[in-house]
């Protein structure tokens, strides 16, 4: 368990100990003939609810709970209701659930023989209390309650009969079950959270930044060291596909990068034969014979299959030097499947547990794996549509315009020799021309980059492009902020950067405006964004919203997609001949969900 995990742990165990002595508090309260006590039992018994509130206000306190600090804790958890119980007396004595709630507290910290030791060192406890009350003369023989005078203690009942080697046997032996079943139930419960913790760290490997080859790499890696294995080898094949591919993982002088082999026209009946067995561990017995193969299987209801046979393991033997041999197969939605093959694994537990728990494994990192998969290949579509996109904006743009000024320019060479004023005036025109093209290329470009921007770089990437316009198109542009500080996700970042950018270009395409005002700022609850021109405007008057605009199929289509993936609201304001007015705004409230 991690620190934070066994704070909380140590919390509900100190709430669980406070509780257990108010109830026992209650209990004497409502029935107090049924068990006789001592003005000793009530003072233990109080100090012992003091200190559990003294424990409870300590971890309140304290960020951390330390190991020694625990076993102090537990110890004396053992102490007290042994103290307690010698002086109570009677059929009800609830006093006996302390003993069930200090193996519990130990079962659920640490595990079986941590609460085995807790189950033996309370019995010791008891029975050390036994000699010193019985063989030491501590207790007055005749009615067995009443403490010796000879101590110069006040007089006390203490509870003999309890402590008699007869009843203290009885009592041991329940303590030593109950450990023992509690210890056990917390052993299981541990390995199941251990299984947990495993599958969750390897499904974690899957990651599309680490591409297809990478998360598969890193996921043979962790499967390599937590068995153990020296060698790892995954085989799989497209449905749609006779191909094979083949990689291996093995720890070669402390390298254990993963490669893919050359394909081999035998792989397909060396790795994909068909079996029955969807896991099997296979352990040598023999030197030379496929027979001296033992060989235990499982089907994918996790059932032992009956007829399998060492047939498939000769072209393995042929291939690789292994004394034992853990498969499993695995599949990619329905469209990728294979087996991976562990060489020479250290198992530490039932062989029959461990095929079941590498099965649940592959079955629950296949889904991550196989999304992997589909976002790679919507990353190269996407990629390929933009790249197909990019070639029709030159094509369709800068290349059909510079085949015009190229024509131009011939045209104007053949008249310059009789018409010389006409050169200055074509020269101007395709000098236009070509700045625009300039332009529509540096946009495009702008467009291609990778657009790294957070909360600290937003204010100054905005300053530059409003700048920058200015600078190239010739049109008065400010930018200002209401904001110093911004505390605003990466992808709110980076979408009202490239807002922004979509604005101002078809500010300089469409709109014939002289000024343009950018503006950011924040007012209730929200990122506010303001583009605003004085040049012809929308082909539409007043102010509509972003739901309006996609009723009437206007506005710019870009600009509203790129709005709604920040679940932005855009609102234009359009006075025809006189300029428009973007407004976006983006609730602060939601920023949780686009990390």
Aim: with cysteine; net charge neutral.
């Amino acid at each position: 368990m991690g620190p934070g995990e066994v704070r909380r742990t140590e919390r509900w165990l100190a709430t669980a100990r406070v509780s257990l002595a108010l109830a026992s508090l209650v209990a004497i309260w409502m029935d107090p003939a049924e068990v006789r006590y001592s003005l000793w039992a009530y003072g233990l018994l109080a100090f012992y609810v003091a200190q559990g509130v003294i424990i409870m206000i300590f971890l309140r306190r304290r960020q951390e709970s330390t190991q020694s600090f625990r076993l102090l804790v537990h110890s004396a958890d053992v102490i007290w209701p042994a103290l307690i119980s010698a002086f109570v007396t009677g059929q009800g004595n609830p006093f006996s659930l302390f003993f069930v709630f200090v193996l519990a507290a130990a079962a659920y910290r640490w595990g079986l023989w941590e609460t085995m030791g807790t189950a033996v060192a309370a019995v010791l406890v008891l029975w050390v209390e036994s000699f010193c009350l019985i063989h030491l003369h501590v207790v007055d023989r005749v009615n067995g309650f009443l403490l010796s005078h000879k101590l110069g203690l006040p007089l006390l009942h203490v509870n003999v009969t309890d402590f008699e080697p007869k009843h203290l046997f009885m009592r041991s032996v329940d303590l030593l079950v109950l450990g023992i079943l509690l210890g056990y139930l917390a052993e299981q419960q541990k390995q199941l959270r251990a299984e947990k913790a495993v599958i969750a760290r390897t499904i974690g490997k899957a990651r599309v930044e680490a591409g297809l080859t990478g998360t598969i790499g890193e996921i043979a890696g962790e499967l390599l060291s937590m068995y153990g294995a020296k060698q790892l080898v995954i085989a799989s094949h497209e449905t749609s596909n006779y191909r094979v591919f083949v990689g291996e993982l093995r720890h070669t002088n402390g390298d254990t990068s993963f490669r893919w082999l050359d394909p081999s026209a035998s792989d397909r009946e060396t790795y994909l034969y068909e079996s029955s067995a969807a896991t099997c561990y296979a352990r040598r017995i023999g030197k030379h014979r496929m027979e001296d193969f033992s060989l235990l299987g499982l089907d994918r209801e996790g059932a032992r299959v009956r007829d399998l046979t060492p047939e498939f393991l000769d072209p393995l033997a042929k291939r690789y030097d292994f004394q034992s041999l853990m498969t499993v197969s695995f599949a990619f939605g329905r469209e990728w499947s294979g087996r991976i093959f562990l060489l020479d694994p250290s198992l530490a537990g039932d062989t029959e547990e461990e095929l079941r728990f590498l099965d649940e494994l592959v079955r629950q990192v296949g889904p991550a794996v196989y999304n992997v998969l589909l976002l790679r290949r919507l990353r190269l579509k996407a990629g390929a549509l933009e790249r197909a996109r990019f070639a029709r904006e030159l094509h369709d743009g800068a290349v059909q315009s510079l085949i015009a000024v190229e024509m131009q320019v011939d045209v104007l060479r053949r008249q310059s020799p009789g018409k010389p004023g006409l050169v200055t005036e074509e020269l101007g025109r395709i000098q236009g021309l070509l700045r625009e093209e300039v332009l529509k290329l540096r946009e495009l470009m702008q467009q291609m980059k990778t657009l790294d921007v957070d909360s600290k770089k937003l204010l100054g990437l905005l300053s530059d492009t409003v700048e920058r316009f200015q600078r190239e198109t010739g049109i008065s542009a400010r930018f200002l902020s209401d904001l110093d500080e911004l505390n605003m996700p990466q992808p709110v970042c980076r979408e009202l950067a490239r807002i922004v950018q979509e604005a101002l270009v078809n500010v300089r395409k469409h709109s014939q405006a002289r000024q343009v005002l950018v503006r950011l700022g924040s007012r209730n609850g929200a990122w506010h964004v303001l583009i605003e021109d004085d040049g012809r405007g929308f082909p539409f008057a007043g102010r509509v919203s972003q739901a309006e605009l996609d009723t009437l199929g206007k506005g710019p289509l870009v600009i509203k997609e790129r709005v709604r993936l920040i679940e932005g609201e855009l609102t234009i304001e359009s006075n025809p001949g006189q300029g428009s007015r973007l407004e976006i705004s983006v609730p602060q409230r939601r920023q949780v969900t686009y990390g």
